[in-house]
């Protein structure tokens, strides 16, 4: 099939090359020439594990072209929308204005058959307004919402192996030729033994929300268990390991620590909360509003333990902070505890020099007034303290001796519960974490 990608974010590119890998043309389009030329050249935008790989693979077919043109959608029979939707400026709703542009620039270019796929994170309604542009523009031309559950980190395993494929679609003969074409789009072996959900447009919108709120919320659990944890001398990890042994609750997302960040969890479950607020739903998800909170009590709660255990004051003490993305595996540090913590220990006074595997560039652009420095060893000579605020590899087995002998004090606060707190204090660490006595 002839498909068209608009946005080639995280997931229009990752989106873009699997397409082109299942044997699809593709053409992806975007407004950021950078980006563009990126990939023309055959390299990924950002960081994500194994997206070069596949664009070296997809590459040598010739199956995948990009442009910032948007013209450059004609011909394409399905055209998936891929563009962000980021925190609006000044509220917690989400900002449609990519994807309304994105859709507005496909109207005059869709011939009669064409369906015009939303894979952005949406409120509630938006694919139903779509909709209606795009009948008034070609009434023969179709529009389905199909989300995308896509991890930083595991882009393109989750998208060329999906836990689920969820369509919603309208009603009728136009609805059973969206099923169709999408099923045409996600021929074997990416379809094979996935359950495919088809559903309205409201469900396939509210599934993408609701999944991402129960995982915010799952997560904002088990740290409000690590608040009691804290203050009953308990130990969060022990707790998280024998509920999660219950099936019905079970370990994943159960990893108590600094909490959640990113372009997803935050913004989403605030633009949900902002939604149902305009549906006249509020109380169906005030809790997120909590969610939210315990969330962020995290991020102050690793400043105040920094300060307890540098004796009252990180004012003129040198921390050395590791791990600046929102989670490892990623470049991105859109909403990540972990700068935040660093860029609040710099205000209070403390020299603080951030060291990551892969997110400096990123981080520097948003905290300029933070040291950056991407060698480890360096990061961490001389410090006072160190704080593991990103649970990246390199992070986790560090030699804890080795370290030892290039600090000036032997603190280690462990935002992630990632280390091996034995071993940490058996060479002579003070070790303290979230949720831990
Ligand atoms: C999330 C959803 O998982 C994905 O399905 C959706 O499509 C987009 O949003 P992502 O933001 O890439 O994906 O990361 P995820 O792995 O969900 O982690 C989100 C945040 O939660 C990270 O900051 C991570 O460190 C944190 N987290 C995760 C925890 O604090 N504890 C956990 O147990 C799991």
Avoid at 2 to 18: D, E, P, Q
Wanted: proline content about 5%; overall charge negative.
């Amino acid at each position: 099939m002839k498909i068209s990608v608009i946005g080639l974010g995280y997931l229009g590119a990752v989106h873009a090359a699997s397409m082109a890998q299942l044997g699809h043309s593709v053409v992806g389009v975007d407004i950021d020439p950078r980006k563009v030329a990126a990939l023309a050249a055959g390299r990924s935008p950002f960081y994500e594990p194994g997206l070069d790989e596949l664009l070296a693979e997809v590459g040598a077919t010739g199956r995948l072209t990009v442009s910032t043109d948007p013209a450059a959608v004609a011909g394409a029979q399905v055209h998936f929308v891929c563009v962000g939707t980021p925190q609006a400026d000044d509220s917690n709703a989400a900002d449609l204005t990519y994807v309304d542009a994105a859709v507005r620039g496909l109207l005059p270019r869709l011939a009669p058959g064409d369906l015009v796929v939303g894979k952005s994170t949406v409120p509630v309604g938006t694919a139903e307004r779509l909709a209606g542009m795009v009948a008034a523009a070609q009434p023969e031309a179709a529009l389905a919402w199909n989300p995308e559950f896509l991890r930083e980190g595991f882009a393109v395993k989750d998208t060329l192996h999906p836990d689920r494929i969820v369509y919603g679609v309208p009603d009728g003969a136009a609805g059973e030729r969206a099923v169709a074409q999408l099923d045409e789009v996600y021929a074997a072996p990416l379809a094979e033994h996935t359950p495919r959900i088809v559903a309205d447009y409201p469900t396939a919108e509210l599934v993408k929300v609701a999944a991402n709120s129960f995982l915010a919320t799952k997560i904002s659990f088990i740290n409000a268990m690590a608040e009691l944890c804290e203050v009953a001398g308990a130990d969060v990890t022990l707790l998280a390991d024998a509920i999660g042994y219950d099936a019905r609750i079970g370990r994943r997302f159960l990893n108590a620590g600094l909490g959640f960040g990113g372009g997803c969890l935050p913004k989403d479950i605030r633009a949900f909360m902002a939604r149902a607020g305009e549906l006249g739903a509020d109380p169906a998800v005030a809790f997120l509003a909590e969610v939210d909170d315990i969330n962020n009590r995290r991020r102050a709660r690793m400043v105040e333990l920094a300060t307890e255990v540098l004796g009252g004051s990180v004012a003129g003490k040198r921390i050395a902070v590791l791990g600046a993305s929102f989670k490892p595996d990623s470049d991105d540090v859109r909403d990540s505890p972990a700068l935040e913590v660093a860029a609040r220990l710099g205000a209070a006074g403390a020299t603080v020099t951030v060291t990551d595997p892969r997110a400096i560039e990123n981080a520097r652009a948003r905290h300029p007034e933070l040291h950056y420095e991407p060698d480890l060893d360096v990061t961490v000579t001389c410090a006072d303290a160190v704080l593991v605020l990103t649970e990246w590899r390199e992070f986790r087995e560090l030699d804890p001796e080795r370290v030892g002998r290039l600090v000036a004090g032997r603190v280690v606060l462990d935002g992630r519960n990632a280390l091996d707190r034995t071993a940490w204090q058996a060479a002579g660490w003070t070790y303290r974490a979230l949720g831990r006595r």
